[in-house]
């Protein structure tokens, strides 16, 4: 039987369980509450997930709040970090941006960028808004880096894009699967994206 901290009293654990299981907790909290929103997934559906009691949870995380934090933290900046982000040259950046506003990112909530499937619920928990917004302008100065030239207009450039994508996919998942308008909207997302890329002037 699992303990509060999901432990099995009486054995002994590896020097790193605990970060494993904290590891666990996140890789599970933020797969359920992707697909289903903050106030769509309980602490205990959360714990069953990652296959521990729901007591793990709080000795891991003050709350439930705290575990959005915790996934905004890791998984906003872990984004920014994949082989797939905006790498520093343009071609990297327009790569990046056809892979975000495209058919596969829209229709992968579950292990997609967390800022079109919780952006909404961290607006409802001004606790997390301060980690939401430093770790959205990380993602925002590294697409500033890649599309280079003026620093101050690149940062503007990057915030209009960083937008558009965003908001691009957050339609187009509110739309139905396949359908000719969700197609479109990707597909003007897309090539408003590429056109402030490809204008230095732009914004």
């Not at 299981?21 to 990652?50: P, T, W, Y």
Request: one cysteine or more; hydrophobic letters at 45%; aromatic letters at 6%.
């Amino acid at each position: 039987m699992l303990s509060i901290d999901g432990k099995v009293p009486g054995v002994r654990y590896p020097p790193d369980h605990t970060k494993k299981l904290r590891g666990a907790l996140l890789q599970a909290a933020v797969e359920q509450m992707k697909v289903n929103g903050f106030n769509g997934i309980g602490v205990d559906g959360i714990a069953s997930a990652a296959g521990v009691t729901s007591g793990a949870v709080y000795s891991n995380f003050t709350n439930k709040a705290g575990l959005l934090a915790a996934i905004i933290e890791t998984y906003l900046g872990q984004f920014s970090a994949r082989p797939d982000s905006p790498n520093d040259d343009i071609d990297g950046l327009k790569d990046f941006l056809a892979y975000y506003i495209g058919d596969t990112h829209a229709a992968d909530v579950e292990t997609g960028c967390v800022m079109p499937a919780l952006s909404a619920d961290v607006a409802r928990h001004p606790a997390v808004r301060e980690i939401y917004d430093r770790q959205a302008t990380v993602f925002a100065t590294r697409i500033a880096n890649a599309l280079g030239g003026d620093p101050q207009r690149a940062q503007q450039r990057a915030w209009s894009l960083v937008a558009l994508m965003v908001g691009a996919v957050t339609v187009s998942r509110a739309m139905v699967p396949g359908s000719h308008s969700q197609q479109q909207a990707l597909e003007a997302g897309l090539a408003a994206a590429i056109a402030i890329v490809d204008d230095p002037q732009s914004t």
